[in-house]
């Protein structure tokens, strides 16, 4: 008798202690997906709820409803992309679904490269913050920019008062929220600064925990030397640094990756954070005006053209650029391609070689180099420039401390001949060099576009899959991703991105892009 008592009081306990387990509730569920973190590990098969633009939850969710149901069997889910190499400012407003980078998997941008940004970031970022475009967006505070607004394009030091001026206006943008300082220094009129400028710039942005990002002096012939400068400001001032498109410019140059990562390498064994990105392509994307000698641009428009009117000096400057020339091994000016030239637009997608022919010139390279002298007295034009080799892509790639960047704007579709970075750059890292050639593999490509991007530039809760960071997905088919722009037809967007979610709100469905605008400014908390 007392067995069966024993027996009924704990079954009526059991029973009485068992609960159906309710079901938790979520906004979107992502369900079977092969989930990568962003930290580098390998996939594992989970389910992702998001709630309230936040993740909430990774793991195995059956117990989970929604009321937006993702199955991504098959799929790869991973972090946003953060594209930590754009030029934004002015194409914002144009278009504010930045089609180019979301098509491209991209949630996240860092604008402001190459020296050249807006100098009141403060501004910036609420201006940002009002539009609402389809991405995220960090800015650094350009270095060119700075100059200008303290001294115009002068070929000159500054004195104290100038410097002090470019000192609080860096400062400024920090507290703002600048994420750091970028330096184009091939361009005017940061060309003309000496390193000690530089430095201390690079110091004022280091209290407020910023990067030192920079296009550096030289990017070929001299790049040992260039490589050499961006590492010392970061000693000297204190600063992680990041170097822009690393790369190898002009044939005379190619196979110098040997020379230059691992300077890289030893720097950060030296204890210096120095990382560095790059895209993925063997040609570049500048403006004309780089084909000149630096002193010939300084002062602005109306200065070129009253040198260039001096045949003299105009002997000179095609003196110099037919030497550089020579240095590549070519014959004529068939590297440069016209990418956006406003006078004439039938001259976009054409070499300066074509061009010249177009003009009805003589095939010679002298006649080549004074069309080039006549572009620029009518303004210039945005140029591609091939000149890189394979083989240092490759290497390049290699170096696990390297992200991926576009050095792109938001495009304006059918707009212009531009390089087709800005349409294709993950989608090649990912079709190109890790399904088909596997460079690298799917989870260090992943961590390089995400994580590591993440880290350097100070994107708080950002670049991994982790509960309570916000909720910038992407889903995508590893077996079918790759980029469809070309440089002979560019304005095509990328395949195979069949998910794009931006703090937590969808923006491409079933790979189709909606109108959804959810993106915000990424300040830097110090």
Same mark, same amino acid.
């Given at each position: 008798m007392k067995l069966a008592f024993c027996t009924f009081l704990l079954l009526t306990l059991s029973m009485s202690s068992y609960q159906p387990l309710h079901a938790q509730q979520a906004d979107i569920l992502i369900k079977n997906g092969k989930i990568i973190d962003g930290t580098g590990n390998s996939w594992f098969i989970g389910d992702v709820a998001v709630q309230a633009g936040k993740i909430v939850k990774i793991g195995r969710l059956g117990n989970w409803q929604a009321g937006k149901i993702i199955d991504a069997g098959g799929l790869i889910v991973a972090p946003g992309f953060i594209d930590v190499h754009t030029h934004i400012e002015g194409d914002e407003k144009k278009n504010p679904l930045a089609s180019n980078f979301i098509y491209d998997g991209v949630t996240s941008v860092v604008t402001g490269n190459c020296g050249i940004s807006e100098v009141n970031l403060g501004s910036y970022l609420r201006m940002i913050d009002s539009l609402r475009p389809a991405v995220n967006v960090a800015a650094l505070i350009g270095h060119n920019d700075v100059r200008k607004a303290a001294m115009g394009s002068a070929n000159r030091n500054p004195n104290e008062a100038e410097m002090q001026h470019m000192e609080s206006i860096v400062e400024q943008a920090m507290k703002d929220g600048a994420v750091g300082m970028s330096t184009g220094l091939i361009y005017i009129p940061g060309t003309y600064s000496k390193t000690p400028e530089v430095v201390r710039l690079a110091k004022v942005t280091a209290q407020y925990n910023?990067?030192?990002?920079?296009?550096?002096?030289?990017?070929?012939?001299? %790049?040992?030397?260039?490589?050499?400068?961006?590492?010392?400001?970061?000693?000297?001032a204190g600063i992680p640094v990041e170097i822009s498109h690393f790369k190898l410019s002009g044939?005379?140059?190619?196979?110098?990756?040997?020379?230059?990562?691992?300077?890289?390498?030893?720097?950060?064994?030296?204890?210096?954070?120095?990382? =560095?990105?790059?895209?993925?392509?063997?040609?570049?994307?500048?403006? &004309?005006?780089?084909?000149?000698?630096?002193?010939?641009?300084a002062d602005g428009q109306d200065s070129i053209k009253a040198r260039l009117a001096n045949p003299e000096i105009r002997k000179q400057v095609?003196?110099?650029?037919?030497?550089?020339?020579?240095?590549?091994?070519?014959?004529?000016?068939?590297?440069p391609v016209v990418a956006s030239f406003k006078p004439d637009t039938a001259y976009n997608g054409k070499s300066i070689e074509e061009v010249n022919l177009m003009r009805g010139k003589k095939h010679k390279v002298k006649e080549e180099a004074e069309t080039i002298l006549q572009m620029m007295e009518l303004g210039g034009a945005g140029m591609i420039f091939h000149g890189m080799s394979n083989e240092d892509v490759n290497a390049i790639m290699r170096y696990p401390f390297n992200m991926f960047a576009s050095d792109a704007s938001i495009r304006v579709f059918g707009s212009g001949n531009p390089h087709p970075?800005?349409?294709?750059?993950?989608?090649?890292? &990912?079709?190109?060099?890790?399904?088909?050639?596997? %460079?690298?593999?799917?989870?260090?490509? =992943?961590?390089?576009?995400?994580?590591?991007?993440?880290?350097?530039?100070?994107?708080?809760?950002?670049?991994?899959?982790?509960?309570?960071?916000?909720?910038?997905?992407?889903?995508?088919?590893?077996?079918? %991703?790759?980029?469809?722009?070309t440089y002979d037809k560019p304005h095509q967007y990328s395949a195979g991105f069949k998910y794009v979610l931006v703090n937590g709100m969808i923006s491409v469905e079933d790979g189709v892009q909606n109108n959804s605008r959810n993106g915000i400014a990424l300040r830097n908390n110090h």
């Open positions: 910023g990067v030192y990002a920079s296009h550096m002096r030289s990017e070929g012939d001299s %790049v040992v030397k260039a490589i050499e400068e961006a590492l010392t400001i970061g000693r000297e044939q005379q140059n190619w196979g110098r990756s040997r020379e230059t990562v691992p300077m890289i390498i030893q720097a950060r064994e030296e204890g210096l954070d120095v990382t =560095i990105d790059q895209y993925p392509y063997t040609a570049s994307s500048t403006s &004309l005006s780089t084909l000149l000698p630096d002193w010939v641009l095609i003196a110099v650029m037919l030497k550089n020339l020579k240095k590549r091994g070519l014959p004529h000016f068939s590297y970075r800005g349409y294709g750059t993950n989608a090649r890292v &990912l079709g190109k060099y890790v399904r088909e050639e596997k %460079v690298i593999s799917l989870e260090e490509a =992943i961590r390089r576009m995400t994580s590591l991007p993440a880290q350097k530039f100070n994107l708080h809760n950002r670049g991994l899959l982790r509960e309570g960071f916000a909720a910038d997905l992407v889903i995508f088919d590893e077996k079918t %991703v790759s980029d469809l722009s």
